[in-house]
């Protein structure tokens, strides 16, 4: 009779090794997903500024007065402050007065960490204006003075953790072309 009042059941032993189990594999997804989620974002800030400088691009090479006679468009980097702002210039003598940004600038969400030039310069922060009617690139340092390099390599990152980081290089040339590897 004792048997048959007996009910099977786990131990507590049991259950703590399968919840041990369970929690493990859980932590495992959710840390595989953090870097899965990071390299999502990198891609698509790089992509967002490249696409941007892009736009501008086709903007200023089909003539179109944006406002107020602006008709130099670009984007402004900066290291220190890990953002990407577009800005417009007036045609006046080139794309020499500069007007100011507007309202498309946004913080990047993962951290330029380098600017250089292809002969090796490094900048802390690019102003990149393309001129009409050919959409020719201007760089200028961030006070507005030439950059005579043919090229620009920009480095956007994230650290996961003290092991893992991943790079992005979006290229920009003096002819206009700009890539990302």
Do not use: W
């Amino acid at each position: 009779m004792r048997d048959m009042n007996k009910k099977k059941a786990f131990t507590l032993i049991e259950l703590l090794v399968v919840l041990t189990i369970f929690g493990v594999i859980i932590l495992t997804a959710l840390y595989t997903l953090g870097r899965s989620m990071q390299q999502v974002r990198l891609q698509m800030t790089v992509e967002q500024a490249m696409s941007d400088l892009r736009f501008d691009q086709n903007l200023v090479k089909s003539g179109q007065v944006v406002e107020d006679g602006v008709r130099c468009l670009g984007g402004s980097f900066s290291v220190e402050d890990s953002f990407y702002q577009r800005v417009a210039a007036l045609y006046s003598e080139g794309c020499g007065e500069f007007v100011g940004s507007n309202e498309s600038s946004y913080s990047t969400g993962v951290e330029l960490t380098e600017i250089t030039s292809d002969d090796g310069t490094v900048y802390d922060s690019v102003n990149v204006i393309f001129e009409p009617p050919s959409g020719r690139v201007v760089f200028e340092d961030g006070v507005e003075n030439p950059i005579v390099a043919s090229s620009l390599n920009f480095n956007f990152s994230y650290t996961l953790d003290d092991e893992y980081s991943h790079v992005r290089v979006m290229t920009v040339s003096r002819s206009g072309q700009i890539t990302v590897n």
